[in-house]
């Protein structure tokens, strides 16, 4: 009976030939086309494809899609440590020869070409790149971006949480978002906005008396609701209570404005905050490092324009 063939055998088959060795080079650190790899080896693509075939046979190439594209990489992390020894040491013989240097200086080619494509798009089209991105991908698209900075394992409130679009747009990157409304419409409303994620809650309560345990949270938001609030101070300091120490308040409200309808047609009491003002109520409340920023104003919006405060509890 013939006995089978140790893999590292089989290995040593593969990597004998000089252009699988000089493919896994170029393949180690990058992924590749077969266009490309047939340009920097200045070999056939039948030729190329033949030798890709039997390095991803034997386990030492992964590919991917990418469009029409296929990309092709060496499958670094997927290889037998007896593979992985193989591999140094050939790769240590291989990287002096005059071919595989050659084909580094191409590989470079490659690399840079495909950068200054990039940069001639960027060089070209920087004025309309704005508006080119919004087009593609939205108006909020960056702001969805940076949701990512946020912790995973926080705890936020969203404290008059209204329609739960600011709940739904931070339940995917933390721990649980705890969403507060006083009015019964908007609680139900956000409940059925957020109701696809298990980490958002929402219960019913006022901003100055809010139904949460003490030092609870770790960060929390008041997006457009303290110019409704009667004691704004007293509102800041029950959110300053289900904070931990060291915890977060972000407010976003509306700058100082004269429009008086505003109280009229949707209840406002205050008509926008100054900076002055919002580091007083957050001074009171006990938060330190306050901050105050002016938001720049949205071409198309109509209303006064925006702030973001923030501070963190003594």
């Known amino acids: 009976m013939q006995q089978a063939r140790p893999a ?6 593969t990597l004998g030939d000089a252009t699988r060795s000089r493919i896994l080079l170029l393949l180690e650190h990058n ?3 077969v266009a490309e790899l047939c340009a920097i080896l200045q070999a056939p693509q039948s030729t190329v494809s033949r030798h890709l075939k039997a390095l991803a046979d034997n386990g030492w190439v992964v590919s991917r899609a990418e469009g029409t594209s296929r ?5 670094n992390g997927e290889l037998e440590p007896s593979a992985r020894r193989l591999w140094l040491l050939v790769r240590q013989e291989m990287a002096r020869t005059a071919s595989a240097i050659q084909d580094g200086r191409r590989l470079q080619r490659v690399l840079t070409e495909r950068r200054s494509k990039s940069q001639e798009f960027f ?3 920087a004025g309309q790149w704005d508006q080119l991105r919004e087009q593609l991908f ?20 969203d404290l008059g949480c209204g329609s739960g679009l600011l709940a739904a747009m931070l339940a995917p990157w933390v ?16 409940r059925k906005r957020s109701r696809d994620f298990a980490n958002v809650e929402i219960r019913r309560g006022r901003l100055e008396s809010l139904p949460l345990e003490d030092e609870l949270l770790d960060a929390a938001t008041c997006v457009l609701v303290l110019h409704h609030v009667a004691e704004p101070r007293l509102a800041l300091r029950e959110v300053a209570r289900v904070l931990k120490p060291g915890g977060r308040l972000l407010v976003a409200d509306m700058l100082p404005h004269d429009r008086e309808q505003f109280r009229r047609q949707m209840g406002h009491v205050w008509l926008g905050f100054a ?8 001074a009171a409340a006990g938060f330190t490092a306050v ?3 002016e938001l720049p104003p949205e071409p198309s919006a109509t209303g006064p324009g925006l702030f973001v405060a923030t501070g963190r509890k003594a």
């Not at 590292?8 to 088959?13: A, K, N, P």
């Not at 990309?71 to 499958?75: N, R, V």
Request: charged share 20%; hydrophobic share 45%; net charge negative.
């Open 8 to 13: 590292l055998l089989d290995q040593l088959g």
């Open 31 to 33: 992924e590749i086309t």
């Open 71 to 75: 990309l092709y990489g060496m499958a």
């Open 123 to 125: 060089h070209s089209g």
């Open 138 to 157: 939205g108006k909020n698209m960056s702001a969805g971006v940076l949701l990512g900075l946020v912790d995973e394992s926080w705890v936020v409130g």
């Open 175 to 190: 721990r649980q978002v705890i969403g507060v409304d006083e009015s019964a419409t908007m609680a139900q409303t956000a």
């Open 275 to 282: 900076d002055k003002q919002m580091r007083a109520h957050f």
């Open 291 to 293: 901050s105050f920023r």
